[in-house]
């Protein structure tokens, strides 16, 4: 093969357009007679790969790009995996083109068209994907649920694939539709330095019962290098670590413990509260937490001894 063919092959994943391959001097004769020998194999009207195996998950990008035309570009769930999301099942391939383009059938993707497709909206060299932070907007747009909207904003940005003040932009955006005040409000959320969705939860838990807002991500110096908190009031001696699934593999125990333990010899109190517990029994750790603050010296208002807001009876 040709050493500039092979290289194209190797950045796409083995898959090619038929106009790639003429631009680079394979005849029609001779890409009929690899098709017809099984060498290659033809995944539609483009796209052509250069094996007859199955194609693996980075190729169906390519494959769906291909097949989608000229300016399609993965949008959504799967151009935040094309970045390197994870953590989600494997979805459809969700392939956006400009308003007016063809949008053919491509199985196992889905072709949409959308007012927003433009050359600033992409990411860099590669595959064509948009930016994760509109990659991000448009995955909790067409989510199943409001929650997994919020996942998906979340983890965007808790796995560093773009800045929060990113997504909020992006957000912004968004004129008209029935997600909007979710995408503003979850996106300032994570401005104000909110990084997991069990982080989310825990803030509107704490306005709810009428708990003072917490220092989140706060930066702790250990003898082990920095730490970052979940939660903490410096000013009554109290942190909040919220325990997501990972936090159950032992190289993230052990270090969740030494934290912990160094924040105790500072004479912080340390409550734990898992991803789970925020689901299934949020009075009872938000009581918890009550409990803390007043101890380290906090008085409540008047009205939430009382009761707080109304429908929300405190402990």
């Not at 979805?91 to 059938?105: D, E, K, L, Q, Y």
């Not at 907007?137 to 773009?162: G, K, N, P």
């Not at 989310?200 to 991500?217: I, M, S, T, Y």
């Amino acid at each position: 093969m040709d050493p500039g063919l092979a290289a194209l092959a190797d950045a796409q994943e083995h898959v090619l357009s038929r106009r790639q391959l003429l631009a680079a001097g394979i005849t029609r004769s001779a890409l009929r007679a690899h098709l017809q020998a099984g060498r290659w194999r033809a995944w539609g009207r483009h796209a052509v790969a250069l094996h007859s195996g199955p194609l693996p998950p980075r190729a169906t990008w390519w494959r769906a790009v291909i097949e989608a035309g000229p300016r399609a570009a993965l949008d959504g769930v799967s151009a935040l995996q094309a970045a390197g999301l994870t953590g989600i099942d494997a979805a459809p391939v969700r392939v956006s083109v400009p308003r007016g383009a063809r949008t053919p059938r491509v199985p196992g993707a889905i072709v949409r068209q959308t007012r927003r497709l433009s050359r600033p909206d992409l990411a860099g060299a590669g595959l064509p994907r948009v930016r994760p932070d509109i990659a991000a907007v448009r995955a909790a747009l067409w989510a199943r649920s409001d929650r997994q909207a919020t996942f998906y904003l979340t983890a965007t940005v808790q796995q560093r694939l773009c800045r929060a003040e990113d997504v909020a932009r992006a957000a912004l955006d968004v004129r008209r539709h029935a997600r909007r005040r979710l995408l503003l409000d979850v996106s300032a959320e994570l401005v104000d330095g909110a990084r997991a969705l069990g982080e989310l939860d825990f803030a509107r838990l704490c306005r709810q019962h009428g708990l003072p807002e917490p220092v989140r991500q706060s930066v702790r110096r250990t003898s082990r290098g920095t730490a970052y908190l979940d939660a903490e009031w410096p000013q009554f001696g109290v942190v909040v670590e919220i325990d997501g699934v990972h936090h159950l593999s032992a190289p993230v125990a052990v270090a969740d413990a030494l934290r912990q333990n160094h924040l105790v010899l500072e004479s912080a109190r340390v409550l734990r509260v898992p991803n789970l517990g925020l689901r299934v029994a949020p009075a009872d750790f938000m009581a918890q937490v009550r409990r803390a603050l007043v101890d380290g010296g906090w008085r409540p208002a008047p009205d939430v001894i009382r009761g707080g807001r109304p429908g929300n009876r405190l402990v």
